[in-house]
């Protein structure tokens, strides 16, 4: 009995031990709290595995798990979801959650778009109360509270970001802050004052000034960012150029030896096409005088001197509209009375000459007459003792040896002429033209360098092709970057029932997005006579409208992530139009000013704008004075900038001022397709041109930046 009574008591003293062997043994299997590491984490995991987490954990892990699908459900642009579940959020929490709280909140405001909102609540907090994922995101917020504005607090907050980031993201971050450099003018740059300490940001600065003072000189630019390299080897953006920087380390110009003009010589858009080939030759051969930038002097000389002359006014609009060269007569968009461009031969058409010779020297013996509209107008035209400005640095020496041949695209098929031209052994192509060609061009896949005189609907980025064009939507485009630089916040389009009014809105409410703008309101109009109609009947025009349908919303960046914008409300913040942009005839705005003053009041404190469609050179004394307060655009040329060549361009085409910007963009064809490797190949690069300030988009879209004007006590001055 004794050894079983031992074995028993022996296994009696032991079981404790097994059981709490496997009690710890159980407790090493559990899954540890890990939402604590993903809190501290970049949080890569979607919202619904954090969701799950959230509803299968209490206490603290419950509001880690909390805050991580708060922060998942902003990346999926979930934003109205994660306002809820971050309005759930418990009292109690601890210092670390109280800080990522603290970020969502201001995450939040940027999904909203309410930019003002997220800035206060930035201005309460502190990068230094964070650990170092968090102040990754912290900068981001800034940086995106900027909405992409170029300031002095942009770049602190993109230069503190970029110690903070993963290698793969410094070259985003370097990139944006050269952007934001870039993207200023010289007059912001110089207002910029910084601390004694911000050595990167000096570096910045230097690196700003080199690319100012040398844009126009690739082989300037490449020594001046060596030497800067060797000046600041320690700032981020000599260790990684900017990407932008080292296209211009790459830079090789392209010949200019042999150039192709691709125009239509015959049919409706002859007329067109002549006068550009008159202000190509005339940069070309050195005929065209080029002058620096017009002082506000020149531009009230000449722009207010008057004369009386037949004046065909075909607009602006019909050049980008050419699609055909067929025999057609030519509209003006929003007049249903058309007006034929007569055939060659009729003795009362005025010829379009080359200035300098008494004829017309083009590839055929077919002249381009210029119908006049029978109606008397008075056109602005510069005095012969004009100042003339200091010349453009940009600009395109003349080069009369160089070999020019024209090729007339209304001959034969584009796909042949093209042929031709590469069988001629051609460097560089300007034009087509029409934009049906420009379409034709696309679909050849040809390897020549173009400069294309239109934009076909859909712009493909092809490394040898640029489009430079005269449009109605680009200047509607300008108009909003004006607008808006002016401070204006709730614009009303004044547009035309028809096409064109259409296009010019899409054009105009799109870059006001791209500008950080709101909702834009657009309201049409009839035709001259329902304007006479209502002026007559006293019912003025209110400033009011619809909302503008395709005005989208711009979508935010926040913590290195896209989140949709949400949509925009169909009312204007304020309830009060402060800009209205018109598009307008002369004969249109005569009436529409007029009713807007009767309907509104002459003190309404909106700001007249309008495009350079109602400056056709009628602005005589009583015009001037009816317009007092009233801003157009127009072109440097006509602006004043080049009175030489205003009125050499004037003189070719008879004082019609129409025809004269495209005098001056022929002129500035010339000089563009000089500078072609510096558009393709060195993004920013600028030319003061006389059609504008001309810069190429990264698809190599030619954009234009015009001359500003408005009316003042009779006089017409610059806006600025």
């Not at 699609?323 to 007049?335: K, M, R």
């Not at 109609?533 to 960046?557: C, D, E, H, K, R």
């Not at 009175?643 to 963009?665: G, I």
């Not at 510096?678 to 190599?700: H, I, K, Y």
Request: net charge negative; hydrophobic share 40%; proline share 6%.
């Amino acid at each position: 009995m004794v050894p079983s009574t031992f074995l028993r008591s022996k296994a009696a003293r032991g079981l404790p031990v097994v059981l709490a062997a496997l009690f710890f043994a159980g407790c090493g299997t559990q899954t540890p709290n890990q939402s604590t590491a993903h809190l501290e984490g970049t949080a890569q995991a979607d919202s619904g595995y954090y969701l799950q987490q959230m509803q299968q954990s209490s206490d603290d892990s419950k509001t880690n798990w909390q805050l991580l699908a708060i922060r998942a459900l902003l990346k999926e642009g979930k934003s109205q979801q994660a306002m809820e579940l971050f309005n759930q959020l418990p009292q109690e929490m601890s210092d670390a959650q109280r800080r990522e709280q603290s970020l969502l909140a201001v995450e939040i405001k940027l999904a909203q778009q309410d930019y003002p909102g997220a800035q206060a609540l930035l201005g309460k907090l502190s990068s230094g109360d964070f650990d170092k994922n968090q102040q990754a995101r912290f900068w981001q917020a800034q940086i995106a509270a900027q909405q992409g504005k170029p300031s002095l607090a942009l770049l602190r907050a993109l230069i503190a970001q970029e110690p903070l980031l993963a290698a793969q993201e410094k070259q985003a971050n370097i990139d944006a802050t050269w952007q934001a450099l870039s993207s200023m003018t010289p007059e912001q740059a110089q207002t910029l004052v910084i601390n004694a300490d911000e050595n990167v940001l000096q570096g910045w600065l230097d690196l700003q000034r080199i690319w100012f003072d040398n844009r126009s000189d690739p082989d300037m630019m490449k020594a001046g960012i060596a030497d800067w390299q060797k000046r600041y080897p320690q700032n981020p953006g000599a260790k990684m150029l900017p990407s932008q920087l080292v296209n211009v380390q790459k830079f090789t110009p392209a010949s200019t030896n042999k150039i192709a003009l691709l125009l239509p010589l015959n049919g409706q858009a002859a007329v067109y096409g002549r006068t550009i080939q008159q202000g190509f030759e005339a940069a070309k051969n050195g005929t065209a005088v080029v002058s620096g930038s017009a002082v506000p002097a020149q531009m009230a000389q000449a722009a207010s001197v008057s004369t009386e002359s037949n004046v065909v006014s075909p607009s602006q609009a019909e050049v980008n509209d050419l699609t055909t060269a067929q025999q057609q007569p030519v509209q003006a968009p929003g007049n249903e009375a058309a007006t034929p461009v007569q055939a060659p031969g009729n003795e009362a058409a005025a010829q379009v000459q080359t200035p300098g010779n008494d004829a017309v020297t083009p590839a055929n013996e077919t002249t381009a007459p210029v119908q006049a509209q029978g109606n008397d107008a008075s056109v602005s035209a510069p005095q012969s003792d004009a100042v003339t400005a200091a010349p453009q640095t940009a600009a395109a020496p003349a080069s009369p040896s160089a070999e020019l041949k024209i090729y007339d695209t209304t001959s034969q098929p584009l796909s042949q002429i093209l042929a031709q031209v590469q069988q001629d052994g051609t460097s560089i192509v300007v034009g087509p033209l029409l934009k049906n060609n420009v379409e034709e061009l696309m679909s050849s896949n040809t390897p020549l360098n173009v400069l294309a005189l239109n934009q076909p609907e859909a712009v493909q980025n092809r490394p040898n092709i640029c489009y430079f064009a005269l449009s109605p939507e680009d200047e509607a485009r300008d108009a909003a970057r004006h607008i808006h630089q002016q401070g204006k916040q709730s614009p009303l389009l004044l547009v035309p029932r028809s096409a064109l009014g259409d296009r010019v809105t899409a054009a105009f409410a799109d870059e006001w997005q791209k500008q950080g703008g709101g909702t834009v309101l657009e309201q049409k109009f009839g035709s001259a006579s329902e304007l006479r109609m209502g002026i007559n009947g006293g019912s003025g025009i209110a400033l009011t409208g619809t909302p503008v349908t395709n005005s989208q919303p711009q979508a935010v960046t926040v913590g290195g992530l896209t989140i949709p914008a949400p949509p925009t409300d169909a009312e204007i913040s304020g309830g009060r139009v402060d800009a209205a942009y018109i598009l307008a005839t002369p004969e249109e705005i005569a009436f529409i000013k007029p009713m807007i003053a009767m309907r509104n009041g002459s003190q309404s404190g909106t700001t007249l704008y309008a495009s350079s469609r109602s400056a056709q050179g009628t602005a005589g004394p009583d015009f001037r004075l009816e317009m007092e307060g009233l801003q157009f655009s127009e072109i440097p040329m006509l602006a004043g900038s080049n009175p030489a060549l205003m009125q050499q361009a004037l003189a070719a085409v008879h004082n019609d001022y129409s025809l004269a910007r495209l005098y001056a963009m022929g002129a500035d064809a010339w000089s563009l397709a000089n500078h072609f490797s510096q558009m393709r190949q060195v993004q920013g690069f600028e030319l003061s041109g006389n059609t504008g300030d001309l810069t190429a988009s990264s698809d190599c879209v030619i954009n234009r930046k015009l001359s500003w004007l408005k009316y003042q006590q009779g006089q017409i001055v610059a806006a600025n």
